[in-house]
């Protein structure tokens, strides 16, 4: 196993298989994102919005409420589930804010 691929086991990439992100990013051609936008993406494997926009360059003013969600979603049912444990889950944090 090289260090990379060890490294990346340990992060929200470690699971994830060719065939899940060459349809991810087949699915999320129509949101024009770049290429370092999508492997952002790849890598850090967000579920949330405030997670999107941290990601994604000036995301509020290319997206509406619904395309991030529709991002989201597309993620959500693509990738497999990070294997990093004990991360937290934004959408299903209370907001406390």
């Known amino acids: ?19 899940s992100l060459q ?7 129509k949101f024009q994102l770049t290429v370092g936008e ?12 405030l997670q999107l926009l941290c990601i994604l360059f000036d995301c509020e003013r290319r997206f509406t409420e619904e395309e991030m969600a529709g991002i989201l979603q597309i993620i959500d049912t693509t990738l497999e589930p990070s294997p990093i444990k004990g991360e937290v889950d934004m959408q299903s944090t209370p907001n406390s804010l």
């Open 23 to 29: 349809s991810l990013f087949t699915q999320l051609e």
């Open 38 to 49: 999508l492997q952002m993406i790849a890598n850090q494997r967000p579920n949330s919005v």
């Open 1 to 19: 196993m090289t260090p990379l691929t060890q490294y990346l086991q340990d992060t929200p990439a470690g699971t994830q298989c060719s065939s």
